[in-house]
């Protein structure tokens, strides 16, 4: 029985699990386990929203700086004594403005995508400096730690979330018309034009859905850390197209499974935990992961170039 690769990313992460469990002391122990699982969630929820866009054959680069403006939005709405679902739906529409802006200039100016979210990395990352200072904004109330730090029968409260958010995010890229829409114009966008989809509005949700992963990542740090400021998740920003990648989401878009960006955070939550145990500084784990993300895109390349040639050979 032939695997997916998805599903051999689901073994590589379970040998690279048990080899951690040997071979790093106190990776196995509860507290270590229940960190990881508090974690793991908020790169999830950002990778899932930067699959998606992937999947389009573009890119978000502003997508953790989105994340820490609807934060920061959020952030000043609770301190200024105003009630918790009204600053995370400030913080939503906050994210979905700047979500509006990448798929506006995508979809209908036509301009690059990693362009347009350069330029809005910064203009973000403008607004937050201006309204903040630079400083962070702290002091929520104690209803709101529950998002980031509660429990329901001993499951940590961010995992659940990021189980439901899985679920709905491969139910509206497997069963709904954007879903199927999405991998067409990821595919060959110029067919699906002809095919009669509206592709400008598949690329405006995508970048609608990229936003509210990011919003709803920043409920989670904002809550987990009782702070906002201007590079809340910036560490992020690469690990989200690198757990992309690694799960098999295709960089020329048209191809990519939910199941494989789960897989993917996995491995590199375990990945980065375990060196953390061992001692190993925050800089050498990002060049792995710089590594990690070229020697994936490299194998991708060689075995779509392989298959093309096999393909070729054949006809």
């Given at each position: 029985?032939?695997?997916s690769?998805?599903w051999?990313?689901?073994?590589?992460?379970?040998?690279l699990?048990?080899?951690?469990?040997?071979?790093?002391?106190?990776?196995?122990?509860p507290y270590?386990?229940?960190?990881?699982?508090?974690?793991?969630?908020?790169?999830?929820i950002?990778?899932?929203?930067?699959m998606?866009v992937?999947?389009?054959?573009?890119?978000d680069?502003?997508?953790?700086?989105?994340?820490?403006?609807?934060?920061?939005?959020?952030?000043?709405a609770?301190?200024?004594g105003?009630?918790?679902?009204?600053?995370?739906?400030?913080?939503?529409?906050?994210?979905?403005?700047?979500g509006l802006?990448n798929g506006?200039?995508v979809?209908?100016?036509g301009?690059?995508?990693?362009?347009v979210?350069?330029?809005?990395?910064?203009?973000?990352?403008?607004?937050?400096?201006?309204?903040?200072?630079?400083?962070s904004v702290?002091?929520?109330p104690?209803?709101?730690?529950?998002?980031?730090?509660?429990?329901?029968?001993?499951?940590?409260?961010?995992?659940?979330?990021?189980?439901?958010?899985?679920?709905?995010?491969?139910?509206?890229?497997?069963?709904?018309?954007?879903?199927?829409?999405?991998?067409?114009a990821?595919?060959n966008?110029?067919?699906t034009?002809?095919s009669g989809?509206?592709?400008?509005?598949?690329?405006?949700?995508?970048?609608?859905?990229?936003a509210?992963?990011?919003?709803?990542?920043?409920?989670?740090?904002?809550?987990?850390?009782?702070s906002?400021?201007?590079?809340?998740?910036?560490?992020y920003q690469l690990?989200?197209?690198?757990?992309?990648v690694?799960?098999?989401?295709?960089?020329?878009?048209?191809?990519?499974?939910?199941?494989?960006?789960?897989?993917?955070?996995?491995?590199?939550?375990?990945?980065?935990?375990?060196?953390?145990l061992?001692?190993?500084?925050?800089?050498?784990?990002?060049?792995l992961?710089?590594?990690?993300?070229?020697?994936?895109?490299?194998?991708?390349?060689f075995?779509?170039?392989y298959k093309?040639?096999?393909?070729?050979?054949?006809?």
């Amino acid at each position: 029985m032939k695997l997916s690769k998805e599903w051999m990313l689901g073994l590589i992460f379970l040998g690279l699990f048990i080899i951690m469990a040997v071979c790093v002391p106190g990776f196995i122990d509860p507290y270590n386990l229940t960190s990881m699982l508090y974690q793991l969630p908020e790169l999830g929820i950002l990778s899932l929203g930067m699959m998606v866009v992937i999947l389009t054959a573009g890119i978000d680069l502003s997508i953790t700086y989105l994340a820490a403006l609807s934060g920061v939005v959020m952030a000043y709405a609770l301190t200024a004594g105003l009630p918790v679902p009204v600053a995370m739906i400030a913080g939503i529409i906050a994210a979905l403005i700047g979500g509006l802006l990448n798929g506006f200039f995508v979809a209908f100016i036509g301009v690059s995508p990693i362009l347009v979210t350069l330029g809005t990395m910064t203009l973000f990352k403008g607004i937050i400096l201006l309204i903040t200072k630079g400083n962070s904004v702290s002091g929520f109330p104690d209803s709101y730690s529950f998002i980031g730090n509660g429990d329901i029968l001993g499951i940590p409260f961010p995992i659940i979330v990021f189980a439901v958010i899985a679920l709905l995010a491969w139910y509206l890229l497997n069963k709904t018309v954007w879903g199927r829409s999405v991998y067409m114009a990821g595919n060959n966008p110029i067919a699906t034009l002809f095919s009669g989809v509206n592709t400008k509005k598949v690329i405006m949700y995508v970048y609608l859905f990229s936003a509210l992963m990011a919003a709803i990542a920043a409920i989670i740090m904002t809550s987990r850390y009782n702070s906002a400021k201007v590079d809340l998740g910036s560490s992020y920003q690469l690990q989200s197209i690198a757990v992309a990648v690694l799960g098999g989401t295709s960089i020329s878009g048209g191809y990519g499974k939910v199941i494989g960006v789960i897989f993917g955070t996995a491995i590199f939550q375990v990945l980065s935990s375990g060196l953390n145990l061992l001692g190993v500084p925050g800089m050498v784990i990002n060049i792995l992961i710089g590594v990690v993300l070229i020697a994936v895109l490299l194998i991708n390349f060689f075995t779509a170039k392989y298959k093309h040639n096999q393909l070729k050979k054949a006809t």
